[in-house]
């Protein structure tokens, strides 16, 4: 993809226009999001929709829109955001007398997120346990390195839950 990630059509949010464009800093932001979340294995498009999708205005925006802004395929828009959907980082909303789905980041996405962190742990605990009994000949190293990982993260997360529980209350009230 070009280094513009949203159309330069002289139409930005902050006075300029609609949500077609951003302003060269939130475009900047974009394209970071976007950096980071394929490095850590999302496509470059749902890192874009994250991306704009957290800066955009007005905040919840149809299909068509985020498309139009990032220059992506309608079917590329479409498929990242049935990815997005059910992990929570993205919700379809519909505004009153409007029949086009919108599209924006929860409210407090990131604090869902990590209360989800229980599953997750208690998922590789699973993996961890039914590894163990496989456990290779070979680089047993392979099966261990997830139960050391996992037993650490069953002893410090209830804490470093309810440190982040109490850092929020104080930080929102």
């Known amino acids: 993809m070009a280094d513009a990630v949203v159309a330069d059509n002289g139409d930005a949010p ?12 939130r475009e900047a932001y974009v394209r ?4 980071y979340w394929e490095s850590g294995g999302l496509t470059h498009a ?4 994250l991306g704009y999708l957290s800066v ?3 905040a919840a925006q149809t ?23 059910p992990v929570g980082m993205v919700e379809r909303v519909r505004l ?13 996405m ?32 392979r099966i261990r390195s997830l139960d050391l990982m996992v037993r650490f993260w069953e ?9 982040l529980a109490a850092f929020l209350a104080q930080e929102t009230s």
């Open 14 to 25: 902050g006075g300029r226009g609609d949500s077609d464009g951003l302003d060269p800093a």
């Open 32 to 35: 970071q999001v976007a950096a």
């Open 46 to 49: 749902a890192g874009l929709i």
């Open 56 to 58: 955009c205005e007005p």
């Open 63 to 85: 299909q068509a829109q985020v498309a139009s802004a990032l220059r992506l395929s309608a079917g590329s828009v479409s498929t990242q955001l049935r990815q997005l959907t």
């Open 96 to 108: 009153p007398g409007e029949r086009a789905a919108r599209y924006q980041v929860p409210q407090d």
């Open 110 to 141: 990131w604090t869902e997120i990590m209360g989800t962190e229980d599953q997750r742990i208690a998922g590789l605990r699973a993996l961890a346990d039914a590894g163990a009994a496989v456990m290779p000949a070979e680089r047993p190293d």
């Open 155 to 163: 002893a410090e997360w209830p804490a470093t839950r309810r440190r």
